[in-house]
């Protein structure tokens, strides 16, 4: 038996490991049986707390080393994270990273793919790879996933993106085209993921708010979910006029896709005539690649990409995903995460009842939990499943109308507040003839820009709904508002 003994200072740490190796094991360091004892000191007191120990099968510590909690590679599911990022959202996703690890991944040091059209920097791998627990892996996206294919007209993609500049979000985008098409058929494909069976997507700009006390990818894979997510709304009916019809073509000439028990009564309330518009905020998701692998969908997403609705219209692959898994998959094989506190901008997720919060030490502010509002389809999910809604839901409604007065009080007041400062601003630039862009939106992002405006419209709809509410006003008459009560959320409506 060989004991090594290895002390750290650091944090007062003293880790001790013993282990015994045959003769034929000697020749690779990954092989063997052994026991590894942690123990932490709070100096000076001599006094130690045993941490852990464990035999066969080993531990597996994070790349970080001091302070974690060790965990067997053999409860781990194969499964990964996945992002598709460019170099010059470095900051914003290193937000995004920290927090799923220190929330949930620093536990169990599952691996991360970054994605991108164009080659990754020294710097984005360099700081992205010291902050994840698990391995970093960075690949290229194929040309041929992110280009036209040949029967697209591109003449006519680029008057459609002319055309719809200013009506919705990304109208005039082409990347964001290229992106909903990728995350729609290709991603899953790609020979960095082709060796997982779960992923689960991450973007910058979010953030998880409580203790993920349990593993997601087991959960999945223990009970049979190929799908799941936190955040449902309604889609912008503006960007996908033609993607139902185009749904109804496939069922009629793939019958033998569609699931027995489905969720069509998600997607649907008029059993399938029209769509309702409730999709899975896929900005979010944990799933099976294994399905998104399978014959089923990639005959549906091979169906829809032959129509050109991503390039002619504004598909996004929320819709395409959600309405895969609603009609292909079994209803009780999607899940909801309450546990997971998530937001994206402008939507959180917030667990909903103060003694579930509280548990998960939760940090998200109730007040801007979207489950319940008007536009949010989880009251339809529950409905189709048969699931009481949570205590304390109905204590939320109030809070949240507050939050939306005091939300859109504040930016009528900075509203006015820049008004007066680019007023100041061109008294003060007239005589020198400067060309000044004023108030700084020009030096931001358009992603950013489009996520503060879609933010402020989607608490205007708020305050003006819990208002109605207040007021016993009844519901919109309009069975084209009921239908599509989210298309105010866009700001160039």
Wanted: proline letters at 5%; hydrophobic letters at 35%.
């Amino acid at each position: 038996m060989t004991f090594n003994i290895r002390s750290f200072f650091l944090g007062g740490l003293c880790m001790i490991t013993a282990s015994t190796r045959s003769s034929s094991a000697r020749t690779s360091a990954n092989r063997h049986q052994g026991i590894v004892i942690a123990i932490f000191f709070e100096f000076p007191h001599p006094n130690a707390v045993l941490l852990a120990v464990h035999n066969d099968p080993p531990f597996s510590w994070s790349q970080r080393g001091l302070g974690e909690i060790a965990r067997s590679d053999s409860q781990r599911v194969n499964a990964t994270f996945v992002t598709l990022t460019r170099n010059s959202d470095l900051w914003e996703l290193v937000k995004s990273i920290r927090s799923v690890e220190d929330r949930f991944n620093r536990n169990h040091g599952y691996d991360w793919v970054f994605l991108n059209d164009v080659p990754f920097d020294e710097e984005f791998k360099n700081v992205t790879s010291s902050l994840t627990s698990g391995k970093a892996y960075y690949g290229l996206v194929p040309k041929e996933h992110w280009s036209y294919p040949h029967w697209i007209d591109q003449s006519r993609a680029a008057q459609t993106r002319k055309e719809t500049a200013t009506r919705y979000m990304y109208g005039g985008s082409e990347s964001y085209r290229h992106m909903c098409r990728f995350f729609s058929g290709f991603f899953f494909r790609h020979e960095l993921l082709e060796k997982y069976e779960y992923y689960w997507r991450v973007e910058p700009e979010t953030e998880l708010f409580c203790d993920i006390d349990f593993d997601p990818f087991r959960f999945m894979k223990d009970n049979g979910k190929k799908y799941s997510f936190v955040i449902s709304q309604h889609e912008f009916e503006a960007t996908i006029p033609s993607l139902w019809s185009t749904i109804k073509s496939f069922v009629k000439t793939h019958p033998e896709h569609v699931a027995q028990g489905n969720s069509l009564g998600f997607l649907s309330n008029d059993g399938g005539e029209t769509y309702n518009g409730c999709h899975f905020w896929s900005n979010f998701e944990i799933g099976s690649l294994n399905w998104l692998r399978s014959q089923q969908y990639l005959d549906f997403f091979t169906f829809l990409d032959k129509e050109g609705g991503f390039f002619y219209e504004r598909w996004g692959d929320a819709p395409v995903h959600s309405i895969a898994a609603g009609l292909m998959l079994k209803k009780e094989e999607i899940h909801f995460f309450n546990e997971i506190a998530y937001y994206h901008p402008p939507f959180m997720h917030c667990p909903t009842g103060e003694p579930l919060k509280r548990e998960l030490k939760c940090h998200c502010n109730q007040r801007r939990n979207f489950d319940w509002m008007e536009w949010s389809c989880l009251p339809q999910f529950f409905e189709l499943h048969q699931l009481p809604k949570p205590s304390g839901y109905e204590e939320e409604l109030p809070l949240i109308a507050e939050e939306a007065d005091r939300l859109v009080e504040d930016d009528r007041i900075a509203q006015a507040n820049d008004l007066a400062e680019a007023e100041r601003m061109a008294v003060g630039t007239e005589s020198t003839g400067n060309q000044h862009i004023i108030l700084g939106e020009a030096k931001q992002s358009e992603s950013d820009i489009m996520n503060r405006r879609a933010e402020k419209a989607a608490w205007k709809r708020i305050s003006s709904f819990m208002t109605r509410r207040r007021k016993g006003l009844p519901r919109p008459s309009s069975k084209k508002e009921r239908r599509r009560p989210g298309r105010n959320m866009d700001p160039s409506a």
